[in-house]
């Protein structure tokens, strides 16, 4: 009886065996690379109702930051500047602009502009911007700069996502500060270089610190050379 399928068949599971890992590995790939925060949230940048330019603003007049984000420093949110805000200025400058318009028609109906928001963390993170800004204490105090997170914003005509604000990209920093930190009175300055005194200095602080989920802090070796592990602060530090 002759046979029904060629010789070559009988490699069809070594082939198979070949094309599900590579295709399992293309498809991993894609995943990690395409669903990736570096691709899909770096370089968000959404239309906003009114054209702001923080390269005008904070860029060009050198505006502080704190200035219009009020609460940074105090609470857990950033906050958007409130229409009053503007008006401080703008009922003097460009008070007649049609780009403005719809700030002067929220200005005399109360309702406030609807900006889009850029930044986000997850609603399962918690993320506060007071804790940032200002770390540890006393003569260990230091700051997270503004552009940090969220990169030249002095130069940016329209704000854009710089950093993905992924976890990985968290517990970088939480297990490293030192190179993110700052003296207090540099929070907001932009292009801000660390000289050689600030950066051992910053090494100091950063060690007093003990961030939640700091991968440095996860495992230590005692006097007798045990090495011993750690839970540093918990997962209960971020997803409370």
């Known amino acids: 009886m002759a046979q029904i399928f060629p010789k070559w068949w009988n490699q069809t599971p070594a082939f198979a065996l070949v094309g599900t890992l590579a295709g399992g590995g293309a498809a991993t790939f894609g995943v990690y690379w ?41 609470g857990p949110h950033g906050a958007v500047p409130s229409s009053q805000t503007c008006m401080n200025c703008h009922s003097q400058v460009k008070k007649d602009s049609p780009k403005l318009q719809p700030l002067r028609d929220s200005w005399a109906s109360g309702k406030s502009v609807p900006w889009v ?27 997270i700069g503004c552009e940090t997170c969220h990169g030249r914003i002095d130069q940016m ?7 993905p604000l ?52 996860a495992a230590k070796v005692d006097a007798d050379g045990h090495l011993k592990t750690y839970a540093t602060a918990g997962c209960s530090g971020c997803h409370r």
């Open 34 to 74: 395409w669903a990736s925060p570096w691709h899909t949230d770096v370089g968000y940048a959404p239309k906003q109702p009114i054209e702001y330019s923080h390269k005008l603003h904070a860029g060009e007049m050198n505006m502080d930051c704190r200035y219009c984000h009020t609460f940074v420093e105090r």
């Open 117 to 143: 928001r850029i930044h986000k963390t997850p609603d399962f993170a918690y993320f506060n911007h007071s804790a940032h800004v200002g770390v540890g204490v006393g003569e260990n105090r230091a700051a």
């Open 157 to 163: 005509v329209v704000v854009a996502q710089n950093q």
């Open 166 to 217: 992924s976890m990985s990209w968290c517990l970088d920093c939480h297990s490293n500060p030192a190179p993110n930190l700052r003296p207090v009175e540099a929070l907001t300055t932009m292009g801000f270089k660390a000289d050689l005194t600030w950066a051992e200095k910053a090494q100091q602080i950063a060690a007093t610190l003990h961030p939640p989920g700091s991968l440095s802090a």
